[in-house]
């Protein structure tokens, strides 16, 4: 099933706020806010710029903790001789599509 363009775009806006080249964005924003409008570049700004940072490295957390834990799966069901292969690819589709299949094999059981 092919994923809908927005849903697409999304998750790689995701994948892509967890990759070490974002947290550089943050300080050219930063220095890009600094010359265009210096009189707005206060106490506030700094909250933001640090809350976004924050998001961040929330986020690049997350991804890694669900990377590791994909891989560890991954290899569970690469060892079990009775899981369907056909799951380790699972993690490549959209979020929607994979509750659609936790919703399928629920009802299978």
Partial sequence: ME???IRRGLTLLGVLAAH???FGIVPIYAV???FLQRDTLDWHAVATLA???MTLVIQRAVYRDNQALQAKLDELLRAHGDARSGL???DQQEPEDI???RDKAQKED
């Fill in 3 to 5: 994923a809908h363009p």
């Fill in 20 to 22: 070490p080249a974002a």
């Fill in 32 to 34: 890009v806010w600094f």
């Fill in 51 to 53: 809350t976004w940072f």
């Fill in 88 to 90: 380790t690819k699972l």
């Fill in 99 to 101: 509750e659609r299949h």
